[in-house]
């Protein structure tokens, strides 16, 4: 499989910390449900785009076997109404390498009779509309680490992470002296190496997580602003900060099934009290791996190119079948790529505050992006925007505010995942033997510490208390939770979703209530299988209700906030990190 070391799920946790440039500003957006821009609309401006190579060997990195290519595509908007215009470098993941009119390799450079797969092409999509709203797109190949990459100890990581720098070299070059630019010397004058966001896709995402790393230690480093690592490995657990981070994550992946990725936020979220980057997870479901580039989907007709869904052993009674309404098409999963990519580029690196409502998980999915469904989890900067109330992490009488936590009725609570596998069961009644089952458990290092919640009464809640210096929640947005639904237990009905309210009480003594599913799908049944399939998923799901919902009380004196088991009868979920957020 191109994404992962030969399943190899963990080797255990690096815990390195990757410092970015200070996040952008961004003012925040009114209290909306919906978004004001419709993201997959193209822009004002015009877009030429331009191929460049200096040769499939031009490039040697001391230490990788083997020569890299220089090769790449720039899309970039003709005028300057605009500029300087950001740039965006999108870096593919691992795929076979060349191709013949029958089938594919791993060689490089290529054999007599064979040719390069562009895989770098296969982003044209969402490049060339992200280039009409005003940003350079370049998009660059990476066949010649991708033929050599397992002799390397870091599967290419620290090559990926180079050739990223090295192509920003070569255009920075350029943008000083216009001696064999690609493109006329004014428009390479338009580009803003001031803001600079990545894209990788699959062992790419772990590449530009990489470059970001490496860029650090340069004298004069760029101003990287922005990282969307796409279904990406996350193979050494490296941890950027103080950068926005958005992770996508397809639920029907059959190459990275694990999801491991979303160890990007995870990992991230409490580690350093400074952090001034906002983190998002994107959750696709019915996405799969390879859709998200079109050189490696079967409407390519390129050898290799394939629906990796298969990959393990899916069968037609899956909800990840393309027979399946709950499968996206080509089309449809790259329309929700393009929308979510571009925007968040838009919204991070550009500042379009149209699309703040996205970004900070109040708004639906865009209607252009129908009928996927997308859901965004948004966690905003520790240094600002956040209060946390109970994060889970190893479950007591005291929240992390050092309110009591007070457990009513016959519920039953006990905390799961946490810093390794053994410390603390599955989050699942029923264990599931993979870590596929559960991204987000241990598995042997650092994972999500969390509470599994039963309860069999209507009576059941949890209350947390919030002590009086923190209960003004007048500059806050919304409370806000992570959960999931436990698909193993017997509580929840096959197929059917799950519910709670969400209780805030003043110290005047009054209350108001929210059922969750009115703002959230987070406790809608997963997608599943019946025989061994990529799905189930147990992923912790960002619900977010608005304080506005919470009519008649003082949220300048807010006493306690509870979660009431009084929506259905009984259940079973997974909470954790609680607060009050932007």
Excluded at 336 to 363: C, K, M, N, Q, V
Excluded at 448 to 471: E, L, M
Aim: charged share 20%.
């Amino acid at each position: 499989m191109r994404g992962r070391r030969a399943f190899v799920a963990v080797l255990g946790i690096a815990a390195t910390l990757i410092v970015g440039s200070a996040a952008p500003t961004v003012a925040a957006p009114a209290r909306s449900a919906a978004v004001s821009s419709n993201p997959l609309q193209p822009g004002p401006h015009h877009v030429a785009v331009k191929h460049y190579s200096l040769g499939d060997t031009a490039y040697r990195i001391p230490g990788f076997l083997g020569p890299i290519e220089l090769t790449g595509e720039v899309f970039y908007p003709t005028d300057f109404s605009g500029a300087p215009y950001p740039i965006v470098v999108l870096l593919h993941g691992r795929h076979q390498t060349c191709m013949s009119s029958r089938e594919a390799t791993g060689d490089w450079p290529c054999k007599k009779g064979y040719k390069a797969i562009p895989s770098y092409r296969g982003y044209d999509y969402l490049a060339k509309p992200l280039a009409s709203h005003g940003y350079v797109v370049i998009s660059i190949s990476a066949n010649g680490i991708n033929a050599a990459d397992w002799q390397s100890d870091d599967s290419g990581m620290t090559a990926r992470g180079q050739l990223i720098l090295k192509h920003l070299d070569l255009w920075h070059g350029w943008y000083a002296n216009p001696k064999g630019s690609p493109i006329p010397w004014p428009n390479v004058r338009a580009f803003d190496f001031n803001r600079i966001g990545l894209m990788g896709h699959s062992r790419g995402g772990e590449g530009i997580v990489a470059a970001l790393e490496q860029n650090a230690t340069r004298a004069d480093p760029y101003q990287i602003k922005a990282l969307l690592p796409l279904a990406p490995t996350d193979f050494d657990r490296r941890i950027p900060i103080n950068v926005p981070t958005g992770t996508l994550l397809p639920t029907c992946d059959g190459d990275v099934s694990d999801l491991e990725g979303v160890h990007y936020y995870d990992d991230a979220r409490y580690r350093v009290p400074t952090d001034t980057g906002p983190k998002n997870v994107i959750t696709v479901q019915g996405a799969n791996h390879n859709y998200f580039n079109t050189s490696w989907s079967p409407s390519s007709k390129f050898p290799g190119a394939i629906d990796d869904w298969t990959f393990d052993g899916g069968t037609k009674k899956s909800a990840c079948s393309p027979t399946k309404p709950t499968r996206l098409t080509e089309t449809q999963q790259r329309r929700a790529g393009s929308g979510y990519i571009g925007s968040f580029f838009r919204y991070y690196l550009g500042g379009e505050t149209a699309f703040a409502p996205l970004w900070h998980g109040d708004a639906g999915v865009p209607h252009s992006i129908a009928p996927a469904k997308v859901s965004v989890t948004y966690e905003a900067p520790s240094v600002k925007g956040r209060l946390d109330i109970n994060r889970f992490d190893g479950y007591g009488d005291s929240n992390y505010l050092g309110g009591a936590v007070r457990v009513h009725g016959q519920s039953d609570v006990s905390g799961c995942g946490g810093a390794d596998s053994d410390k603390y069961a599955s989050c699942l009644s029923r264990q599931q033997s993979d870590a596929q089952r559960e991204p987000e458990r241990g598995w042997g290092f650092q994972g999500v510490s969390a509470a599994t919640v039963t309860w069999r009464k209507p009576s059941d809640s949890i209350a947390n208390d919030i002590p009086t210096r923190y209960g003004d929640l007048r500059k806050y947005r919304a409370v806000e939770l992570r959960t999931g639904l436990d698909f193993t237990s017997k509580l929840n009905a096959a197929g059917k979703p799950q519910d709670f309210r969400i209780t805030l009480t003043d110290r005047h003594g009054k209350s108001a209530s929210v059922r969750l599913s009115r703002f959230s799908a987070a406790l809608n049944y997963p997608l599943t299988a019946p025989d061994f399939d990529v799905v189930p998923h147990l992923l912790f799901n960002p619900a977010r209700v608005p304080l506005a919902a919470f009519h008649g009380i003082d949220l300048a004196r807010i006493r306690t906030v509870t979660l009431a088991f009084n929506a259905t009868h009984q259940g079973r979920v997974v909470l954790t990190d609680l607060a009050f957020s932007n």
